[in-house]
């Protein structure tokens, strides 16, 4: 017999495939058991929870912080033609009373409530009677008290186990940091976690490094070897944009820049310019990449390096949305190096934050280093074992680069 996860994933979302983490999550929930979800943004993670929704029947509470957010998860899956329903202060009494009506009788699959709406000694009264069968938490790092997302209205969600003692939960989050991931379990799950499932490989993307020399030559070259295909350089300095973007335009590549500095009537056409067309190459700081969704992107070239290796993973995700093969590659130089720890020597911060930042930019520089697979490492600090890749340029090329081992020998020496 056909799986019936597969003919949901099909039928009702029509995808062919799970992505990596789903299946797993998935089964995981079916059998009833707790799970963790760490995935990054834009892995999935809404399938992992509405996949099974609609495998178990019957009702699911789906528990996320924001109104908006919860619109449009609702109105997703009634496009797809799911019975989802959301009970919130920013809907009329009306509606609130038609929609629990809905819920009452048994006709809605998933519920998507705010957790303090959840809370409600009236609403878990309510609850109680109905037949539910799978909670939740979307951006699980609200319940931690050591994150920046920390929401008092999170904590009550402790209680959740004790209520629905048979009911399998599943919180979601992207925040991989070690310290939030154990808070969560702690809370939800009484410290246990039945299951954890990380998710944060992008196999498609190819890392390479290579010893910085000259950049404006080393980025022309690699620009044109992927002629037409649309990319994001990213460098330090606003004015490096703008001379990166100039050096391009001027050897007959469609380039941009894109920084802070820039007046947003600027940056907001360049970013139309590249969102909307194809081969076009954004030049740009840190500032671009927030709620960039463009799946075509096909590299993220680092003409300097980044402050830490999250800031690296996050910056190269943008890349190979679309599951091609894409490209991640970085120049890396010891004046970078330099820089780097000059900028954290500057700041106005305690002492214990520099050194904090200092650690950090040792574990990147590691990672530039390496001789051993670069995924290995990169998935490593974010907690995931991995077999070598055969996708790094370490994997690629077993002999070591002479150019690279001289350079990284000096570096060692400073
Ligand atoms: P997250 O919550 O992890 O940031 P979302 O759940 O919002 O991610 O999903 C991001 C995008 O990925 C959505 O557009 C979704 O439709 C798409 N997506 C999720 N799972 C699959 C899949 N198995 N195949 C293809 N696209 C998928
Ligand atoms: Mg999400
Ligand atoms: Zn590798």
């Keep these: ?65 924001l109104v908006a957010l919860m619109q ?33 009788a048994g006709q809605t699959r998933l519920l998507y409530l705010a957790p303090e709406r959840l809370m409600t000694a009236r609403m878990l009264e309510a609850l109680a009677r109905l037949d539910i069968r799978l909670i939740a938490v ?12 920390f929401r008092r209205e999170y904590e009550e969600l402790s209680r959740l186990r004790g209520i629905f003692p048979d009911v399998p939960i599943i919180a979601l989050t992207a925040t991989a940091d070690e310290a939030t991931r154990t808070d969560i379990a702690a809370q939800l799950f009484a410290g246990r976690v039945a299951t954890l499932v990380l998710g944060f490989d992008r196999p498609n993307i190819k ?28 460098c330090l300095s606003r004015k490096k944009t703008e001379e990166m973007a100039a050096f391009l335009e001027k050897n007959g590549v469609r380039a941009l820049a894109y920084h802070a500095g820039m ?24 500032a671009f990449g927030m709620g960039i969704d463009k799946p075509d992107v096909a590299y993220v070239f680092h003409t300097d ?73 990169l998935l490593g600090y974010f907690g995931e074992s991995a077999v070598p890749c055969r996708n790094c340029d370490n994997c690629l090329d077993q002999t070591p680069h002479a150019d690279g081992e001289a350079e990284a020998r000096i570096i060692f020496a400073a």
Excluded at 10 to 37: C, I, N, S
Excluded at 83 to 97: E, G, H, K, Q
Excluded at 263 to 286: D, H, P, W, Y
Excluded at 353 to 358: F, I
Aim: hydrophobic letters at 40%; aromatic letters at 6%.
């Design 1 to 65: 017999a056909e799986d019936p996860k597969r003919r949901v994933l099909k039928d009702v979302f029509g995808f062919d495939d799970f992505r990596p983490g789903q299946d797993a999550v998935t089964e995981a929930l079916l059998a009833g058991r707790h799970v963790l979800a760490v995935m990054p943004t834009g892995a999935g993670k809404s399938l992992c929870y509405q996949v099974p929704a609609l495998v178990l029947g019957g009702l699911t509470i789906v528990v996320s912080p």
């Design 305 to 377: 390096l980044p402050g830490s290796l999250e800031a690296y993973y996050q910056e190269i995700g943008r890349a190979g949305r679309d599951g091609r093969a894409a490209e991640a590659h970085m120049l890396f130089g010891l004046g970078d190096i330099r820089m780097r720890r000059l900028f954290i020597d500057d700041e106005d911060a305690p002492a214990e934050h520099k050194r904090r930042a200092h650690g950090r930019l040792d574990t990147l520089i590691g990672y530039c280093e390496t001789a051993q697979c670069r995924r290995q490492i």
């Design 263 to 286: 007046s947003k009537e600027a940056r907001e056409a360049n970013q139309n310019s590249f969102m909307t067309l194809s081969g076009v190459v954004m030049v740009a700081t840190i």
């Design 72 to 104: 449009d998860q609702v109105a997703a899956l009634r496009l797809a033609g799911v019975a989802a329903d959301t009970i919130n202060s920013s809907l009329d009494r009306d509606a609130n009373v038609a929609a629990w009506r809905r819920v009452a």
């Design 138 to 149: 979307d951006e699980a790092h609200c319940i931690s008290q050591w994150g920046p997302a």
């Design 207 to 234: 890392l390479g490094i290579e010893a910085k020399q000259d950049s404006k030559r080393q980025l022309l070259g690699f620009v044109q070897r992927h002629a037409g295909r649309s990319g994001i350089v990213y």
